[in-house]
């Protein structure tokens, strides 16, 4: 069902439900002012994801890759988490349990003091040596010049998940699990295109989860949702945490 108001049947859902899981993408974060990937003012209308998010784009140009990478950091580092990410930590208050998946990288969720979260695409402050595999979460760097490991010379990349590579397994059945266990999933912020992510919220419709979509417009997947929101998700997420708030001191 399509609308843009919290009806009755959410309403009634988030008084049963048990279990809430967020599935989310960059969206959520477009209010903390870091930019989206696709979309309006998304990062790649100017620049091709294949020519920096993959491996081999890395490998042709590694110093272009780190520089992009340098930046970006720089923007997560000067925002903050929004009224969106505090949202969805306040459900924490009223449900038995509350899961967040998002394919950000820019621990958001984690600043906003979310507990279960789930980091499909990995997380933009943590690096690794792409020969040893050993971590390097703080790197001495001039922005400019990929740095090299301190152990084997390999280059350093960071710990995100490019096109072609696998997402961390571990972490995605534990997110496939908690998705076929709750009881409603809340879809914010992401155009739903990237797998294996997008297989989640369809893994929670399979196994009866109620299916709600936050977005500013229709996505690919607008048509699987049982219900979607369309406004900002630092507007709708708070103006649901309120009614869960009203709800749940009456009772
Ligand atoms: C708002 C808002 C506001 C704005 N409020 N809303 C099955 C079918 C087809 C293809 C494939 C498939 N399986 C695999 C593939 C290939 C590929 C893929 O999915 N391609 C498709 C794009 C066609 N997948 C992969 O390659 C994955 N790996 C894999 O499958 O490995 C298996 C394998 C390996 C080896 C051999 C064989 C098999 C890996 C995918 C990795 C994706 N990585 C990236 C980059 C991460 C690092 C980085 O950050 O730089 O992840 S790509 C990019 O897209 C990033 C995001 O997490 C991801 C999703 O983007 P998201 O979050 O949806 O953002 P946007 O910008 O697209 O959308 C924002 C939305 O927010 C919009 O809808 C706005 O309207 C909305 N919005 N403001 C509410 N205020
Ligand atoms: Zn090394």
Redesign the pocket.
């Known amino acids: 069902m399509q609308t843009s108001s919290i009806n009755i049947e959410l309403i009634s859902k988030l008084k049963s439900a048990n279990k809430i899981l967020f599935f989310?993408?960059?969206?959520?974060s477009?209010?903390s002012g870091i930019p989206?990937?696709?979309?309006k003012d998304?990062i790649?209308n100017k620049l091709k994801?294949e020519e920096?998010?993959n491996f081999n784009a890395f490998l042709k140009n590694p110093d272009l890759v780190w520089e992009w990478?340098q930046y970006?950091r720089k923007i997560v580092n000067e925002t903050n988490p929004n009224k969106?990410h505090y949202a969805i930590k306040e459900f924490e208050n009223y449900y038995k349990e509350v899961n967040v998946v998002t394919?950000?990288?820019d621990n958001l969720h984690r600043r906003a003091g979310t507990k279960n979260i789930f980091e499909?695409?990995?997380n933009?402050e943590r690096n690794y040596c792409v020969d040893c595999y050993k971590n390097f979460d703080n790197v001495e760097s001039d922005n400019s010049k990929v740095p090299h490991c301190k152990y084997c010379g390999g280059l350093i990349r960071?710990d995100?998940?490019?096109?072609?590579?696998?997402?961390p397994q571990e972490i995605f059945s534990e997110a496939e699990q908690k998705a076929k266990m709750c009881d409603i999933c809340f879809v914010?912020?992401?155009?739903?295109?990237?797998?294996?992510?997008?297989y989640i919220p369809m893994i929670a419709k399979e196994n009866g989860a109620f299916l709600v979509e936050?977005?500013?417009?229709e996505?690919e997947i607008s048509d699987k949702m049982d219900l979607s929101l369309f406004?900002?998700?630092?507007e709708i997420l708070p103006l649901i945490i309120t009614k869960v708030r009203e709800m749940k001191l009456k009772n």
């Open positions: 989310t993408g960059a969206g959520i477009a209010e989206t990937f696709r979309g998304g790649w994801p920096l998010a990478y970006r969106g394919q950000n990288v499909l695409h990995g933009i960071p995100v998940v490019w096109f072609g590579e696998m997402l914010v912020g992401t155009t739903g295109i990237v797998y294996p992510a997008a936050i977005n500013l417009n996505t406004g900002k998700s630092g």
